[in-house]
């Protein structure tokens, strides 16, 4: 195996960018060079931008202040993992791929101003009984202290790799639909544009109807990551540390009228968090915030 190195990037990258980096990639059917996942680390580092940290927590439905939404926190880690996964010896097609579980750890309150070094890297490919699902790691670092880290799970359904490892067991939320949701979200197509100028995720499914169409969707879908952050901004429980995850199943179909439910009880004193289709009762994003001094007992790993 090759070692791994690490390339610091010293400015912005551009999400939107790579994104047509990877349509044009996936238009021209290039064959993937490899088989194996990429072993590199890459790093950028930035200082927090008032303007844009309020920018966001806007579109999240979170409150302004000094302290950063875990979502813009996501955000850091995005650009740098679709310049690993649109690397031309990637051995899997960016477009298509699925985010099918999120799992953050906020060790201490990150504030606007503060310089945060990110690092991501994609750890090894697993066998799936859809296809090939893999992790890419991220961790974010100030002045050498970890603040937070986070790994974002992905699907590549149909597409199966000989170098993957043996299958993870899959823990996955049961869902009951409950007897009257918190609250009832109202989300235009609109959120789909506004979420990507935020969020730097331009992904064409959530910005166009004919080109989600083009991907199989009936309309334009919200991304998962929106709604796991107003998910998020609605069921914090006001800790300094804590971990915060989130599983997605249905796509939000836009525009669309969903609901959403917060439920204290969680094991370690958090709480567990629905959003779901109230015509239909399917779930669209599945999880919870916990103390992270309850999470690092163990529990971390437990699913909503």
């Not at 679709?82 to 060790?107: C, E, I, K, S, W």
């Not at 503060?114 to 690092?119: A, D, G, I, L, S």
């Not at 170098?163 to 197509?189: D, G, H, M, N, Y």
């Not at 901004?233 to 995850?245: E, I, K, L, N, R």
Request: with cysteine.
């Amino acid at each position: 195996m090759m070692p791994k190195t690490t390339l610091n990037v010293p400015k912005p990258i551009s999400s939107g960018a790579v994104i047509t980096k990877a349509l044009l990639r996936q238009f021209k059917k290039r064959q993937h060079s490899s088989a194996h996942m990429p072993t590199r680390t890459v790093e950028s580092t930035r200082t927090l931008d008032p303007a844009e940290v309020a920018a966001f927590h806007r579109v999240v439905a979170a409150p302004v202040s000094d302290t950063v939404h875990p979502g813009y926190l996501h955000k850091l880690g995005f650009p740098l993992a679709m310049q690993l996964m649109t690397d031309p010896g990637f051995p899997l097609p960016l477009l298509g791929l699925v985010h099918v579980l999120n799992r953050f750890a906020l060790h201490r309150p990150v504030r606007i101003g503060e310089t945060v070094t990110t690092q991501v890297h994609i750890g090894q490919a697993r066998k799936h009984r859809k296809g090939t699902e893999f992790d890419v790691e991220i961790t974010g670092l100030v002045d050498g202290e970890t603040v937070f880290d986070e790994t974002a799970t992905y699907l590549a359904i149909g597409k199966h790799l000989a170098c993957a490892e043996a299958e993870r067991e899959e823990q996955r939320t049961e869902f009951e639909v409950p007897s009257a949701p918190s609250a009832i979200w109202k989300l235009a197509r609109s959120i789909g544009p506004a979420y990507a100028k935020v969020s730097g995720d331009y992904n064409p499914i959530h910005m166009n109807p004919l080109a989600a169409k083009a991907f199989g969707f009936p309309a334009s879908i919200a991304h998962g990551m929106y709604t796991a952050s107003r998910a998020f901004s609605a069921t914090q429980g006001g800790w300094d540390a804590y971990t915060w995850q989130a599983q997605f199943a249905k796509p939000v179909i836009l525009p669309a009228r969903v609901g959403f439910g917060v439920f204290d009880g969680t094991a370690g004193g958090g709480r567990s968090f629905a959003v779901w289709d109230l015509k239909k009762g399917k779930p669209h994003v599945l999880g919870s915030v916990r103390p992270l001094s309850f999470s690092t007992d163990g529990a971390a790993s437990d699913q909503g």
